[in-house]
């Protein structure tokens, strides 16, 4: 009896040191998992605000050189207006001699249209015209203005009645008959809806020459 008393106190002693041996060791290794947890999560959150810094950074740089760029070209078309650059010479400055076809759509048509006004108000219909026609042919020219009137950019359409205004009185002085444009029209070619338009054209320089 007293042996198996012994051989009880001594199981449970063993079981005591063994659990006060394993468990700071589980205690070490959990905290020693959540520390690198908590690291791991620290530099996640530092990456991505060093990430959102850079890129606010990055859109501001760009917000500053395109208004740098803005302010330059600004005081560029200042000085041309006071040096009264030409129609022609601010038709190349305002790089439109390569906009062929696309010439109402191109960014700088309204600036150059604006600058001729500024430098020749009385007569920027007339000299922007005689500008235009050293890069189109008049029908070709005619048509393109025809169908700039319809169009919904702001500005076009009121630059285009402007220059029709000017090429219809440019005809009448050289005595043009509407049949003598509606066949230059014609010579250009084209779909049903440049016949369309050409149509609207010759009658509305009807119209213009009190011939309708």
């Known amino acids: 009896m007293r042996l198996y008393y012994f051989a009880l106190l001594f199981a449970v002693a063993l079981l005591t040191t063994s ?8 205690t070490a ?3 020693a998992e959540y520390q690198s947890g908590m690291t791991t999560s620290r530099l996640l959150r530092i990456d991505k605000a060093a990430a959102e810094l850079d890129e606010e950074r990055g859109a501001t740089v760009a917000g500053i050189q395109n208004l740098v760029k803005s ?3 600004q005081a560029q078309i200042q000085l041309w207006l006071a040096q009264k650059k030409s129609a022609d010479a601010a038709f190349k400055l305002f790089e439109l001699e390569k ?3 696309r010439l109402f759509g191109m960014k700088g048509v309204l600036a150059w249209a604006n600058h001729v006004t500024k430098v020749n108000k009385k007569n920027a219909g007339a000299t922007m015209l005689e500008a235009l026609l050293k890069h189109y042919d008049d029908a070709a020219l005619a048509r393109m203005i025809q169908s700039a009137q319809s169009s919904t950019r702001p500005g076009v359409g009121d630059l285009a009645t ?3 205004k000017a090429q219809f009185n440019k005809w009448m002085i050289a005595s043009e008959r509407p049949g003598a444009i509606e066949a230059k029209l014609k010579q250009l070619g084209g779909s049903d809806l440049w016949s ?4 609207a054209l010759v009658n509305a320089y009807k119209y213009f020459i009190g011939a309708a």
């Open 196 to 199: 369309q338009q050409d149509k």
């Open 162 to 164: 402007k220059l029709q």
């Open 71 to 73: 302010s330059a070209k």
């Open 29 to 31: 290794l959990s905290l």
């Open 99 to 101: 906009a062929e076809g």
């Open 19 to 26: 659990d006060a041996t394993v468990s700071p060791k589980l």
